[in-house]
């Protein structure tokens, strides 16, 4: 009985991302929600995460930037068999950003926290397409086995496999399922123009990721020990940051980064439940940030316009994208952006992009409860700068993500809701 949920339990855990890689996070900022194009960024203290060369750009002074997102989301897989679905709408109101850049003459020193993968907690309390469908199967499975034992006379293990068969029924029709996956991440560095032209940045990459998941049914109490499946587990990476900065004309900026991969060791703690696959607090998994690449081109068309492209791309293949019950082997993936940032007056500006995401699934990699879907998004929002040296900031943003079927089509993988609003508040103090 300890593997009867082997088969699925393994696609539970993935990261809760909203944009980005499978992992990997890129809406790190108010400015992302207002224009998801923030590769050449070297104005904004957020250049501590998207561009950390462009910090030897910026103005000199000491900035801080803080921020908060609000997602309302909701999530959706059906058992398209029988036509059952299954919903998360958990809102997500604490998202917070930090960014910090201290900028003298040719050198600048950052910090940034955030939020680098997951995103929060996922809970569907009628269970899930394929929570549903395994305890329904295990129960088949174990009225077969008491009816054959029954048949031989062996009426110990009839009774036992009996037993098992109503509560894995019962658990089939009530039955909760909550996951939790953050991955919070520090980054410090710095940065130097070369010449005027040209800067270069290094940073330090820390993160400190958590997991946690549990299914509960009253049902199974009696053949697992308590009503509860479920396990934590935590993982702490460290990575290097590379960035070049290119002014070649004036108005024109080229921006490259390069992120290496962030080997994340899970190690489990407090397993809970005898159905449970043979795990043991100690034992441990890898689901690593993959390396990315960042790549972007902006130019200042004219004074008040400025528009940008950005390039993502996220090395998967060369990651452990792994759960604590099983391996995932996705491809390599894509995100490429579009935006502009107009200068309505002084004091304001407006910006408004568009972004595409590839997200380089399989028919054998994908995650049933928060699916890595293929999207599209458009975000736009504003800048305000009420004195000198203050700004506050809001964005939202829409995405469009596009249904996949799982499971030889068995599920019907969808987000027919997100949408991410943010606030910001920048000041700097002219040193």
């Known amino acids: 009985m300890k593997k009867i949920l082997a088969v699925g339990i393994s696609l539970l855990c993935a990261g809760l991302t909203f944009a980005g890689g499978i992992e990997n996070k890129t809406n790190m900022s108010t400015g992302y ?32 930037e803080l921020g908060n997102q609000f997602i309302v989301k ?72 008491a009816a054959q034992y029954g048949a031989a006379g062996d009426t110990v293990s009839a009774g036992k496999y009996k037993a098992l068969a109503t509560a894995l029924g019962g658990a089939a029709n009530d039955h909760s399922f909550e996951v939790n996956s953050i991955t919070y991440g520090w980054q410090l560095g710095g940065a130097y123009a070369l010449t005027d032209f040209i800067s270069v940045g290094a940073a330090f990459r820390l993160t400190y990721g958590t997991q946690t998941l549990k299914v509960t049914s009253a049902a199974l109490t009696t053949v697992n020990g308590g009503d509860e499946i479920s396990y934590n587990s935590s993982a702490v990476g460290v990575t290097g940051v590379f960035g070049l900065h290119a002014k070649p004309i004036d108005g024109l900026d080229l921006a490259g980064q390069f992120a290496w991969r962030s080997k994340m060791n899970y190690k489990l703690s ?22 990315v690449l960042n790549i972007g081109a902006g130019y200042r068309v004219i004074d008040p316009l400025y528009v940008s492209t950005s390039f993502n791309f996220y090395f998967n293949k060369l990651a452990d994208m792994n759960t604590a019950l099983g391996s995932n082997d996705y491809n390599n993936s894509f995100e ?96």
């Not at 207002?34 to 900035?63: H, Q, V, W």
């Not at 200068?343 to 992009?353: C, E, F, N, Q, W």
């Not at 009420?386 to 599920?411: E, M, Q």
């Open 33 to 64: 929600l207002r224009n998801p194009s923030r590769n050449t960024e070297n104005k904004r203290p957020e250049a501590a995460f998207y561009n950390i060369a462009g910090t030897a750009f910026m103005k000199d002074g000491l900035y801080i």
């Open 270 to 291: 407090d397993v809970k439940g005898t159905l449970t696959p043979s795990l043991l607090a100690g034992d441990e998994y890898r689901t690593d940030l993959a390396p």
């Open 336 to 431: 490429i952006a579009l935006g502009a940032d107009y200068d309505i007056a002084k004091p304001v500006t407006a910006s408004l992009g568009f972004a595409y995401g590839n997200q380089g699934v399989t028919e054998d990699s994908n995650n049933v409860f928060n699916p890595v879907l293929d999207s599209i998004q458009v975000g736009g929002g504003v800048e305000i700068r009420p004195i000198d040296d203050l700004t506050l900031t809001g964005g939202v943003t829409w995405v469009n993500y596009f249904k996949k079927n799982y499971a030889d089509g068995a599920i019907e993988l969808s987000k027919p809701l997100l949408l991410m609003f943010a606030i910001g508040a920048t000041y700097r103090f002219g040193l």
């Open 74 to 145: 909701e999530y959706k897989n059906e058992l398209k068999a029988m036509g059952t679905s299954y919903n998360d709408e958990t809102f997500v109101y604490l998202y917070p950003n930090a960014d910090i850049v201290y900028k003298h003459d040719r050198w600048a020193a950052f910090a940034n926290f955030g939020i680098y993968a997951g995103g929060g907690k996922l809970e569907y309390t009628e269970g899930t397409a394929i929570t549903t469908a395994i305890f329904g199967k295990k129960a088949t499975e174990a009225g077969t086995a």
